[in-house]
């Protein structure tokens, strides 16, 4: 079973049980996380300064991140940066959440 977690005009995250990992679906591509890595992938982009790239004149416009829990390479520009930051960060804020309730409701009933 996959549950939606997150969806922006440019990507979706979802939870899958079965595999025990989750999926960014992208326009270009998909990329598939386990926990750790979904963690790590969001705290590398917690640490880009998005103000310092649009304020440095010679900027690129595009950000390449090494995620080497998958072996692979992004390759976004800033409207897709503040998307995956967004998306992830909304992602591990559900996750928290549902971690919390679960412990509400596993102490009430047991």
Same mark, same amino acid.
């Given at each position: 079973?996959?549950?939606?977690?997150?969806?922006?005009?440019?990507?979706?995250?979802?939870?899958?049980?079965?595999?025990?990992?989750?999926?960014?679906?992208?326009?270009?591509?998909?990329?598939?996380?386990? /926990?750790?890595? %979904?963690?790590?992938?969001? $705290?590398? !982009?917690?640490?880009?300064? @998005?103000?310092? #790239?649009?304020?440095? &004149?010679?900027?690129?416009?595009?950000? /390449?991140?090494? %995620?080497?829990?998958?072996? $692979?390479? !992004?390759?976004?520009?800033? @409207?897709?940066? #503040?998307?995956?930051? &967004?998306?992830?960060?909304?992602?591990?804020?559900?996750?928290?959440?549902?971690?919390?309730?679960?412990?509400?409701?596993?102490?009430?009933?047991?």
């Amino acid at each position: 079973m996959m549950e939606l977690l997150v969806e922006n005009s440019r990507l979706r995250v979802f939870q899958r049980d079965a595999h025990n990992d989750f999926l960014i679906e992208t326009t270009a591509r998909n990329y598939s996380f386990n /926990i750790c890595g %979904l963690m790590a992938c969001n $705290e590398k !982009l917690k640490k880009i300064n @998005l103000a310092s #790239i649009l304020l440095d &004149d010679q900027h690129p416009g595009v950000e /390449i991140i090494y %995620l080497a829990c998958i072996q $692979e390479v !992004l390759v976004l520009d800033i @409207l897709d940066l #503040i998307r995956w930051k &967004d998306a992830l960060s909304e992602a591990i804020a559900i996750l928290e959440i549902n971690s919390q309730l679960h412990q509400v409701i596993y102490r009430t009933h047991f």
